[in-house]
T-cell receptor, first 113, second 114 residues
Framework: KNQVEQSPQSLIILEGKNCTLQ??????????LRWYKQDTGRGPVSLTIMTFSENTKSNGRYTATLDADTKQSSLHITASQLSDSASYICVVSAGSNDYKLSFGAGTTVTVRA | SAVISQKPSRDICQRGTSLTIQCQVD?????MFWYRQQPGQSLTLIAT?????????ESGFVIDKFPISRPNLTFSTLTVSNMSPEDSSIYLC???????????FGQGTRLTVV
């Protein structure tokens, strides 16, 4: 069983609307949580990284939240644009050395005009 | 930040042949990794590329099939050996600095084995 579960698997939103993606994890001991955006045919690009003590972090129109107690994270996209169409991947790392990353399967977001 | 150049970006190969993928980072990094990504699925770690020594492979991946080199802190190669159609996938190089820092990815190599 994957230690990082994302939902929904995919979603379609209209340009200008907001959406929220969910990530639940069981990775332990927790080190940090990252959100990545992966455009089709490209490598993942980092949006945010949060450690245990951080519960929210923003990067432009992207805002990530983290609840380390319930092991949940969300990524909120505000005022979506066509260029937001991509796969969004939640990545959790464990342990003191942080090198081993556990990847979610991603949420595919399609923004339509 | 780090910029990772990965090549080739895509290739179509005959079964039984081998392909070497190169990964170049524009700055010295502590760790480099190789991943595989099947369509619509999450990334799977193949191995950690260790500078000057043998790579550390994850369960299900072996050196004979995926030999890896890392001669210095900014360059690594992954070879997919004796390819079969099951090896068709996207292969991604990744690099990181210290703990709790960003992990950067190359643009990936889309491999099709026919």
């Amino acid at each position: 069983k994957n230690q990082v579960e994302q939902s929904p698997q995919s979603l379609i939103i209209l340009e200008g609307k907001n959406c929220t993606l969910q990530c639940n994890y069981t990775v332990s001991p927790f080190s940090n949580l990252r959100w990545y955006k992966q455009d089709t045919g490209r490598g993942p690009v980092s949006l945010t990284i949060m450690t245990f003590s951080e519960n929210t972090k923003s990067n432009g129109r992207y805002t990530a939240t983290l609840d380390a107690d319930t092991k949940q994270s969300s990524l909120h996209i505000t005022a979506s644009q066509l260029s937001d169409s991509a796969s969004y991947i939640c990545v959790v790392s464990a342990g003191s050395n942080d090198y081993k990353l556990s990847f979610g399967a991603g949420t595919t977001v399609t923004v339509r005009a | 930040s780090a910029v990772i150049s990965q090549k080739p970006s895509r290739d179509i190969c005959q079964r039984g042949t081998s392909l070497t993928i190169q990964c170049q980072v524009d700055s010295q990094v502590t760790m480099m990794f190789w991943y595989r990504q099947q369509p619509g699925q999450s990334l799977t770690l193949i191995a950690t590329a260790n500078q000057g020594s043998e790579a550390t492979y994850e369960s299900g991946f072996v050196i004979d099939k995926f030999p890896i080199s890392r001669p210095n802190l900014t360059f690594s190669t992954l070879t997919v050996s004796n390819m079969s159609p099951e090896d068709s996938s996207i292969y991604l190089c990744s690099a990181r600095g210290q703990v709790n820092t960003e992990a950067f990815f190359g643009q990936g190599t889309r491999l099709t084995v026919v």
